[in-house]
């Protein structure tokens, strides 16, 4: 294999959201931590979430994904008495702690972002039905569509996923044209996106709703 082969190989596999390139080869590509995300545009992921938490309607059924955004809507929706919330991520179950409404935390394996996963949610179906499912995620794009770093993390959204009526991505716009490595699907699971700014053309196309929190 010569070497003009493998660096158009690390190239697509950049570009593909698989790893990152340094200077002598690459390297796997990592979620940041979780507190320096925190830290970043928490304006806009409030906005974002006060949106969010207008949309949930009275008594619904609502599944709330892990990651900076989805635990800003859990604190959104903490002074809710009427929902039942279903989640793995204990970020978001803190939020929660004081609310009235139902909280069922899905168990599993810790991460080091706070989430649970290997859980029975990814093995065999909770006896649940959600009327909303809120995700976050790492990247949006028109040809890999919703993505993510952590494999593990996916296989449980990919099983809430089949428990939904309908699917709401909570995203900030530096999501937009992003590719991580993990694929939950194109673009057509999702119901509904809820973010800061008006997506680029193309992307904007590809969603059947679109709202820009004010």
């Known amino acids: 294999m010569s070497g003009m082969t493998i660096r158009r190989d690390l190239a697509e596999l950049d570009h593909a959201g698989l790893l990152d390139r340094v200077h002598g080869g690459a390297v796997p590509r990592r979620a940041p931590a979780y507190g320096s995300r925190s830290s970043t545009m928490r304006l806009e992921k409030s906005r974002i979430a006060q949106a969010v938490a207008k949309l949930v309607e009275p008594g619904a059924s609502v599944g709330i994904d892990t990651g900076t955004t989805c635990t800003a809507v859990a604190a959104e929706l903490a002074g809710r008495n009427d929902l039942t919330v ?19 935390v899905l168990g599993g394996l810790m991460t080091p972002e706070l989430s649970l996963t290997t859980s029975t949610a990814a093995q065999e179906k909770p006896q649940i039905h959600l009327d909303l499912l809120i995700l976050g995620c ?14 593990a993390e996916v296989e449980v959204r990919r099983t809430l996923l089949d428990l939904a009526d309908r699917v709401l991505v909570a995203a900030d716009h530096t999501k937009f044209d992003r590719k991580k490595a993990m694929a939950l699907g194109g673009l057509s699971i999702v119901d509904l996106l809820v973010t800061d ?10 969603f059947t709703e679109v709202v820009v929190a004010s």
């Open 86 to 104: 279903i989640t793995n991520s204990f970020h978001a179950a803190f939020e929660l702690r004081d609310t009235r409404s139902r909280v069922l």
């Open 138 to 151: 790492g990247g949006l794009s028109v040809d890999r569509g919703v993505t993510y770093f952590d494999p």
């Open 197 to 206: 700014q008006t997506p680029p053309s193309e992307l904007r196309r590809a």
